[in-house]
Structures are given as structure tokens and as C-alpha cells.
């Protein structure tokens, strides 16, 4: 089993930044790709971006790309979504996710390739 943590959320006003942490433990020899989800109120969970467990890959969504960065740190298990030029509609739940199978290679837009999911953490923007 894998669990994970997320951190960093928080109040923000428009323009301003946000770093959030997911500190997975346990299989972590198991993961194969991580992903970011958000979910505002009223609507579905929505793909964010995504890494594989080696970092080689990324991948992210057409509102945030060029505004939101995935990184992990290998030595402390952590990946890290960096998060700058905030709007207010950025506002939501911010969930990670790990995926464990190669499946992920094939779809790690899809909420379904993945297995875990820690708690969420909140992001509100300001206008």
C-alpha cells in the first residue's frame, strides 16, 4: 500500500503562487506515475498533471500549462506542484494520486489509472 499526504494549500490572491507537496510512503517501489487532480465545487474531479515515478515524463492540462510545474524529489518520495499566475477559477480541492501499473503509461490524464489518493487539500484564489 501506498499512502500519501498533501500540504501547502491555502488562500492566495489572484497573480499570487502556491507550492503543494504529496509525500508518499510505504510501496513506494510500486508507483508508476503521479498525478494532480482538482475538484471545485459542483463539478467532476479534473486532470491537473501528471509524472512518472522517474520524473521523465510530464504532463499537463491546456488551463494550467505554462502557469503550474510538476517536480518530485526522489530522496524524500515527494512530488511537488508548483503553482504561479493563480486565477480565482483555479479554486478547488487539489488531490495526488499514484497509479501502479503500466497503464498509466497509456492514460495518465484518466482519473481511473489511478489507485491511491490522498486527502486533498484546499486552494482558494482571490479576485
Known amino acids: 500500500q501506498v499512502q500519501l499526504v498533501e500540504s501547502g494549500g491555502g488562500l492566495v490572491q489572484a497573480g499570487g503562487s502556491l507550492r503543494l507537496s504529496c509525500a508518499a510512503s510505504?510501496?513506494?517501489?510500486?508507483?508508476?506515475?503521479m498525478g494532480w487532480f482538482r475538484q471545485a465545487p459542483g463539478k467532476e474531479r479534473a486532470f491537473v498533471g501528471a509524472i512518472s515515478w522517474s520524473g521523465t515524463r510530464l504532463y499537463y492540462a491546456d488551463s494550467v500549462k505554462g502557469r503550474f510545474t510538476i517536480s518530485r524529489d526522489n530522496a524524500q518520495n515527494t512530488v511537488y506542484l508548483q503553482m504561479s499566475s493563480l486565477k480565482p477559477e483555479d479554486t478547488a480541492v487539489y488531490y495526488c494520486?499514484?497509479?501502479?501499473?503500466?497503464?498509466?503509461?497509456?492514460?495518465?490524464?484518466?482519473?481511473?489509472?489511478?489507485?491511491?489518493w490522498g486527502q486533498g487539500t484546499q486552494v482558494t484564489v482571490s479576485s
Open positions: 510505504g510501496r513506494t517501489f510500486s508507483i508508476y506515475g
Open positions: 494520486a499514484a497509479a501502479f501499473g503500466y497503464s498509466w503509461y497509456g492514460g495518465p490524464r484518466n482519473l481511473g489509472v489511478y489507485e491511491s
